[in-house]
């Protein structure tokens, strides 16, 4: 007859596909019971899956069926999104329990398009959104949500972000007088206006903020480094080689800094051409994947070169929002599962849970 003991050992040899992890590693077991030979089993995952709830489900049974002899399974799933680790002697945001930073080592990647859809992927999933537009010098949010509305101010100081699509949002591009306005500005200055755009904004119970930082590893993520609590980092490259090799140094950067990169992320990786339906490896093939196996981290997802993703976002309406039930919205869902996955079998954020201490 089976124990507990041995049914944690099954759980823990599942890999499930949609999170590409076993139960055990993504820390789900809430409560295991097992009475008879029938185990009823209480999930609750630290990311978000509502897209995903039956799929999900109906995997976990089948793997868990195909490895135990029992009579019968009670199955049911909760997801409980926590704040995750930041640097050390950072604290967390007030109403922002976790920080992505998506990054690219080179501009020219797609990576502002991938962090705008990877928002929207996050709240069709479930969870509470926000975007930061890092990109001071050449802010693209803006347009890319579509927003036509300057936020307003509460007291003079802070600011209500911009919601679009769902998404809070806050960029330098929706301070400036028009949008071919050039911000001639030193390093010092840019710095203090990213600090601020993410301390003077007033963002409401976000369970992400996607911070969308420009490309390189220059005076902007250093201080994202240094001053921002992140929870972790994604890297945007595309396959061919020069890509790759700019991807490895942010990678590096990330890493002395101590901030985990929860994955790659390979753009641009196939083209699927609207006419003939042929698809070909335009920037040649497995640049993702071989960053992904160096630096033993996760290859997130593979996303596609297509016309439809260029023309949607620079019409203010992101794929994924634009035709959730496509093919390219299905694989940044997908991607941003993988991604909220992998942040969630991070440690914890304990510091909240203190009192706060005043001597007087």
Not at 2 to 8: A, E, R
Not at 22 to 51: C, H, M, R, W, Y
Not at 202 to 212: A, E, G, M, S, V
Request: proline letters at 5%.
């Amino acid at each position: 007859m089976l124990n507990k003991n041995q049914i944690l050992e099954k759980l823990s040899e599942i890999i499930i596909p949609t999170i590409n992890s076993d139960l055990v590693s993504t820390k789900s077991i809430k409560d295991i019971q097992l009475n008879d030979d029938v185990l009823t089993l209480a999930l609750e995952f630290g990311f978000p899956f509502e897209t995903y709830e039956n799929q999900l489900q109906q995997q976990i049974l089948e793997c868990l069926t195909q490895s135990l002899k029992l009579k019968s399974i009670q199955l049911t799933l909760s997801q409980k999104i926590v704040s995750h680790a930041v640097q050390t002697g950072l604290k967390g945001l007030p109403n922002v329990k976790n920080i992505i930073a998506i990054a690219s080592g080179k501009g020219g990647v797609g990576k502002s398009t991938t962090a705008v859809n990877l928002a929207a992927a996050l709240k069709q999933l479930g969870a509470r959104v926000g975007i930061l537009d890092a990109d001071i010098y050449g802010p693209s949010q803006p347009m890319m949500l579509g927003a036509t509305e300057k936020p307003e101010s509460v007291d003079g100081k802070y600011l209500k972000p911009v919601i679009c699509h769902g998404i809070q949002s806050m960029s330098i591009g929706y301070l400036i007088e028009n949008e071919d306005t050039a911000m001639i500005w030193r390093g010092p200055m840019v710095t203090r206006a990213l600090q601020q755009l993410l301390n003077e904004t007033l963002w409401d119970k976000l369970d992400y903020l996607i911070i969308d930082l420009p490309p390189g590893t220059g005076d902007i993520q250093l201080t994202l480094a240094q001053k921002i609590p992140v929870s972790g980092a994604v890297i945007i490259t595309t396959p061919q080689d020069i890509a790759c090799l700019d991807a490895k140094k942010a990678y590096a950067m990330f890493n002395k800094m101590h901030i985990p990169v929860l994955g790659v992320i390979e753009n641009m990786s196939t083209h699927l051409c609207p006419a003939c339906g042929h698809t070909s490896a335009i920037f040649g093939t497995g640049g993702g994947e071989h960053i992904a196996n160096k630096y033993q981290t996760t290859l997130l997802g593979q996303l596609p070169l297509d016309i439809k993703i260029r023309e949607q976002t620079d019409a203010g309406k992101p794929t994924v929002i634009a035709e959730p039930d496509h093919p390219i919205s299905q694989a940044y869902r997908e991607t941003a599962l993988k991604l909220s996955a992998a942040l969630s079998t991070l440690g914890k954020n304990y510091a909240a849970k203190f009192p706060k201490i005043v001597i007087e």
